[in-house]
């Protein structure tokens, strides 16, 4: 039986796990296109509220993963379902943010203010890569005025081709030094976008699959929700085995192959050993070791997954078991 075979719907991340940067990550699209034939539920889930679901759904179709508007989530549509259920029909909001967060605010009936001297009722500030100091200071003054704050998301940076720059996370720090109050959040590892991607699919059973150990999975988490963390990103084996108690996903694979592969299942025959197809670990002296380090991809994820879950079992050490581990990053 295949891992996603007690699934109905699989909601994916989308940078380290569709796509890195400008280009798909080798196996993804196929992947995808066979859970659709399986009549598998496809979601998109995203934390950039930059860009419209449109453009991300446009980006997919370019990289040849098949993808409709309505198969994209983003934290700008969940801040929006959000703000509209707790404020008035018609709240003025001030924007601060993208067309496309604009764009959504507008859909759920609420209106836009340009200004705080419009007296809006809320703040909402998601990534806008043109944001200017002026703009932000009026968020400020505008929450200081009294209206509640919403932010998309939380990602303090945000990748590029020449390297990092600051994301969201940063955006909302600067507003946060001037304001006493605190926001309410969207995004991943927050619970809103999460619970509008699940009702949006009409999912029953849903895995979520991510590449980040403190949104992807911990959000997943944070709902109840069944996660694969595949190493086609930014986390590798040491955050998987670091992995706090509220961010341990479900399953690991390597990348999307693994919905189609039997699921990694560990067993302990003792209170010091784990064991998972071929591969086993044991903890002796407060370190874990491995009895022999298999040479093959698929042998080392085994013990990969055997140490993970005698470290979060046993608080053992895995420095040197972790090391030995080659194939995995
Ligand atoms: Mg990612």
């Known amino acids: 039986m295949s891992l996603i075979s007690a699934y109905d719907a699989a909601l994916f991340d989308l940078d380290g796990v569709v796509y890195l940067g400008p280009q798909a990550i080798p196996g993804a699209a196929e992947a995808i296109a066979t859970l659709r034939e399986e009549g598998v539920r496809v979601g998109f889930v995203t934390n950039n509220a930059a860009r419209a679901p449109q453009t991300v759904a446009d980006h997919l179709t370019e990289l040849g993963v098949e993808a409709r508007v309505d198969d994209v989530v983003t934290s700008a549509q969940a801040i929006a379902r959000l703000m509209a259920s707790e404020l008035p029909e018609g709240a003025p909001v001030l924007v601060t943010g993208t067309r496309a967060l604009r764009d959504e605010v507008m859909a759920v009936g609420l209106a836009v203010v340009n200004s705080s001297a419009d007296h809006p009722a809320a703040v909402v500030q998601g990534y806008d890569p043109e944001m200017t100091l002026p703009r932000l200071e009026d968020a400020c003054h505008a929450i200081q005025n009294g209206a509640r704050w919403y932010v998309s998301n939380t990602d303090s940076t945000r ?7 600051p ?24 619970a809103p976008l999460m619970e509008e991607t699940i009702t949006r699919l009409g999912a029953q059973r849903p895995l979520f699959v991510g590449d980040r150990i403190d949104t ?3 959000g997943a988490v944070g709902v109840g929700m069944d996660s694969l963390l595949v190493l086609t990103g930014a986390h590798g084996k040491r955050d998987l085995v670091g992995a706090p108690a509220k961010g341990r996903p479900t399953h690991v694979g390597y990348d999307l192959a693994a919905l189609q592969e039997p699921p990694r299942v560990v067993e302990f025959p003792d209170a010091h050993t784990a064991t998972c197809n071929g591969a086993s670990a044991r903890v002796e002296g407060g370190e874990v070791a491995l009895d022999h380090v298999p040479v093959d991809r698929d042998g080392q994820l085994d013990a990969l997954w055997c140490v993970a879950n005698l470290v979060w079992r046993t608080k053992a050490d895995a420095g040197v078991a972790l090391d030995r581990l080659d194939a995995l990053r």
């Not at 605190?182 to 991943?188: F, Q």
């Open 216 to 218: 992807d999975i911990m």
């Open 159 to 165: 990748p590029t081709d020449k390297g990092l720059v």
């Open 167 to 190: 994301g969201a996370g940063a955006l909302m720090g600067l507003v946060r030094t001037a304001v006493d109050a605190e926001p309410t959040i969207a995004g991943k590892p927050y």
